[in-house]
């Protein structure tokens, strides 16, 4: 088909027109569950939470330019979201509710500058589980009978949940299911009365019961949540016509009283239907028990006495009142019973009263005497106690009052009249010597009373004085001092002892005893002690008397107090020396000691002082005041300086020595003292001649040491004895007994300083000699290769009687040797060589040492 011009030139502008057009842009549909697009079919959860990033809006543009987007609502809805025009990004700004609003319509567009294109969209708010449940109809109030049947509806309750699903859906229980008489359906809501359970208008008028309602739970942001709501049911309880009267304040008790008047109300009796919702009205009637005596009310329930007390026949009156219910048709319904008891009571007008044996009495007086029997009557008070009212006006109390715990009294309660008893209940409070008169009141006072009358009388004992108390010293010991130059009758000290009874028995008698009560005496009704007339006392033979004081009533009850009398030490000796005229040895530079003994008890009369009274020459000698040791000068430390001092060379001094004692008055004793000056040059020549001069003037020291020597060697030579035995008995072997004495070399020659003492080693060595006994016959025979012992070497010769000084022999004895004593020859005694104190001196210590050691002498 040919085509004009005209229509290739429309044709071209065609082409030229859609080659310069510009193409709209447009979303993308993403679909179902996509989070960007053009947000068709979109839903977004109700409780989502403002500001939250919910969508992005995506869309192109053909030509590839830029795009914009943008979010428009209708004027009259709200504007929820806000949308990002360079990125799509949509936010939420306000709060769902998919329960006011549960879907949204909104306008979204895309522009690419030219072209704009919009697309209305809607979007759905899905639900969350923000909604409780709420009861509908409030408040629930209902009227129930009493006597409706267990498990009959009661009411209804409904709540609704606006959520959907799960979290809409409504359950209903009860707040405290175990203690209600009610249950709920779980899902109805119908409240019924529980199985067994019954209403009482008189126990409760009123039920309230709360029921909740619980959604089925759900999600809201993020959690699981359940809402519950509750209400109160208020259950009122209807009163049904179902119960017996009821008497109000029982137990019923009336009084008439001796002056009631006939026509007096006694007492009112009340009761009341006990259907309190719709009483009906009350009847009152006395059934039986009045005796006619008594009338009651039938509307108010007032019972009155209808007669005079005087003429009423008994004193209590058993009443049954019957009240009986009037229905609202005036016929009898329930009806019920009550005692009630009147007393016939007399008025409490008289007070207990005492009466004596000659009518009523106030006073009651007794004698006796003190610390009767425990339990004993006072059979001399005649008390008799009386109340003239009757029944319980008529009852009272006795009781003692006074000093608590010595009298009781019998009886305690007493019902209109009794005989009173008092009875001794603590005897020995009853005492003479405390009281003299016991004075009590005796009271009565009514019990149950509101008047407690009460009345009193007067008890008075006077106590008689029996013997019930033992003389007692003031004190349980006496202690005196009196001096032993006391003459005989002298006092010493006055005891006293004091008996609290009376009359003669109170009279105290003194007497004392004891190994030390020879030389006293006491005067037997003053107590005054002194020393028997012929008494002689002396400290130094007994010093302190110890005897016993007795003080003795006339039934012969006593008490006894020990005396210590104690003898004041007089100044009646002198001091004594052992003789008048001693004779002493003083070692140059050695002090001698004189001593003088005071047989007075105490000090200071006992005490000594020395001192020199005469010598001649007087400057040689010092003597010390408190000890007696007398010494020479210290100017004098030689034999030579006494010669130039007493030209005549003697070496004896004559002392006169005074002993005086301290006493007052002082007494004193003199003594000459002999003193023989030897020099210590001379002593130290051997120390034997030392000892032996120390010892001079105590030979039985010098006895003792030698003796402890001569111990000692024979208990050495019992020890070596026994070994060797020993030594034998091991070896199996008897060996023959030898006596030997070997001579040793003989010694340098020695320096004998003392001639008595050579002379006595000499003659020591003489009386010894060898002796040899025969060979012992029990050795050993059974070793047949032993050989036989050794000879015995020949003794050495006998020492010479009379050795030569320089050239003493010395023997010494084995062990299994002995030693026989020779007789000793009679030779003159060597002639002693030195000074002639020191010739003696050992000539009396020779003396006494040969009679204590005669048979053993070893140097």
């Known amino acids: 088909m040919r085509r004009g011009p005209r229509a290739v030139l429309a044709l071209g502008l065609l082409f030229f027109r859609l080659a310069q057009a510009n193409f709209a842009p447009h979303f993308f549909d993403n679909g179902v569950g996509s989070t960007n697009g053009n947000m068709a079919l979109f839903s977004l959860p109700e409780d989502t939470p403002v500001g939250s990033h919910v969508y992005t809006l995506n869309g192109t543009d053909p030509e590839g330019d830029p795009v914009s987007y943008h979010i428009s609502f209708d004027p009259s809805t709200r504007n929820v979201f806000s949308v990002d025009p360079n990125f799509g990004s949509i936010t939420l700004v306000e709060e769902l509710d998919r329960e006011r609003e549960d879907e949204i319509e909104v306008i979204i567009s895309i522009s690419d500058g030219l072209n704009l294109v919009a697309e209305k969209v809607t979007i759905l708010v899905t639900d969350a589980n923000d909604e409780a449940p709420r009861f509908i109809q409030e408040p629930y109030v209902v009227q129930v009978p009493e006597d409706t049947p267990a498990g009959s509806s009661i009411t209804k309750v409904r709540a609704v949940d606006r959520d959907t699903g799960s979290g809409g859906s409504v359950t209903y229980f009860l707040k405290n299911p175990h203690a209600s008489k009610f249950a709920v359906d779980r899902h109805s809501g119908v409240l019924r009365l529980q199985a067994g359970a019954t209403l009482d208008y008189e126990k409760a008028r009123a039920h309230f019961i709360t029921v909740v309602a619980k959604d089925g739970g759900g999600r809201l942001r993020g ?14 309880v209807e009163d049904v016509q179902d119960m017996a009267p009821v008497f109000v304040g029982t137990p019923y008790y009336g009084y008439v009283y001796e002056d009631t008047l006939p026509g007096s109300e006694v007492l009112t009796v009340v009761a009341m239907d006990g259907d309190r919702g719709k009483p009906n009205r009350i009847l009152y009637s006395l059934v039986n028990g009045s005796d006619e005596a008594f009338e009651i009310n039938e509307t108010s329930g007032a019972i009155s006495v209808m007669q005079s007390p005087a003429q009423l026949r008994r004193e209590v009156y058993e009443l049954h009142v019957q009240v009986t219910e009037v229905s609202s048709a005036g016929t009898p319904a329930a009806q019920a019973m009550v005692p009630v008891t009147i007393r016939i009571v007399d008025l409490n007008n008289h007070p207990p009263t005492f009466y004596g044996e000659s009518g009523p009495q106030n006073r009651f007086e007794l004698s006796m005497y003190e610390h009767p029997p425990q339990g004993e009557i006072l059979r001399g008070l005649k008390i008799t106690v009386n109340d003239s009212d009757q029944g319980a006006n008529a009852k009272f109390n006795l009781r003692l009052v006074g000093p608590g715990g010595i009298f009781r009294v019998v009886p305690q309660t007493v019902l209109n009249e009794a005989q009173v008893t008092i009875i001794v209940e603590n005897s020995a409070a009853i005492d003479f010597e405390k009281f003299k008169v016991l004075t009590f009141k005796l009271l009565a006072i009514e019990v149950n009373t509101p008047e407690k009358f009460s009345s009193t009388a007067d008890v008075v004992i006077q106590l008689l004085d029996t013997n019930d108390n033992v003389p007692k010293f003031t004190s349980h010991y006496y202690i005196a001092r009196i001096p032993e130059n006391a003459p005989g009758g002298s006092n010493v000290v006055a005891v006293t002892a004091v008996d609290p009874d009376t009359g003669p028995w109170g009279e105290v008698k003194y007497s004392i005893y004891g190994s030390g009560a020879d030389l006293f005496q006491i005067h037997p009704s003053s107590g005054i002690i002194c020393t028997q007339p012929w008494a002689s006392l002396d400290a130094e033979a007994t010093a302190r008397y110890h005897f016993y004081v007795k003080a003795e009533d006339m039934e012969g009850r006593y008490s006894l107090a020990e005396v210590f009398v104690t003898l004041l030490d007089v100044n009646d000796h002198y001091p004594q020396f052992g003789k008048s005229v001693q004779e002493t040895t003083m070692v140059l530079g050695t002090p001698v000691k004189i001593e003088a003994t005071d047989q007075d008890a105490e000090e200071p009369n006992n005490l000594v002082d020395y001192s020199i009274t005469h010598a001649e020459p007087a400057n040689v000698f010092d003597i010390d005041v408190h000890t007696g040791e007398i010494r ?44 023989d000056i030897v020099d210590t040059e001379m002593l130290s020549r051997s120390p034997m001649a030392a000892f032996l001069m120390q010892t001079k003037d105590n030979p039985m020291k010098a006895v003792g040491v030698l003796a402890g020597i001569m111990a000692i060697i024979v208990a050495i030579t019992v020890l070596i004895s026994t070994a060797t035995f020993w030594r034998n008995k091991k070896s199996n072997k008897v060996l023959p007994v030898r006596r030997v004495l070997r001579k040793r070399p003989s010694p340098a020659p020695r320096a004998i300083r003392i001639e008595w003492l050579k002379f006595r080693r000499t003659k020591a060595a003489d009386k010894f000699v060898l002796r040899e006994d025969p060979p012992n016959e029990n050795c050993n025979n059974n070793s047949l290769g032993s050989a036989l012992p050794p000879k015995a070497p020949a003794p050495p010769p006998p020492p010479s009687v009379a050795p030569s000084v320089g050239a003493a022999p010395w023997t ?3 062990v299994s040797g002995s030693l026989a004593r020779r007789h000793p020859e009679r030779s003159p005694k060597p002639k002693a060589v030195g000074s002639p104190a020191q010739s003696a001196l050992v000539s009396e210590l020779r003396q006494k040492f040969e009679k204590n050691v005669h048979n053993k002498a070893y140097f």
């Open 223 to 236: 959690a699981d949540v359940v809402f519950s709501a509750t209400t109160t049911v208020t259950v009122n």
């Open 632 to 675: 020479l000068k210290n100017s004098i430390r030689s034999l030579d300086a006494l010669h130039n001092i007493t030209p005549s060379g003697d070496h004896m001094w004559s002392l006169e020595v005074q002993a005086k004692d301290r006493g007052s008055p002082s007494f004193s004793t003199t003594a000459l003292l002999k003193i």
């Open 812 to 814: 010494v004895p084995t």
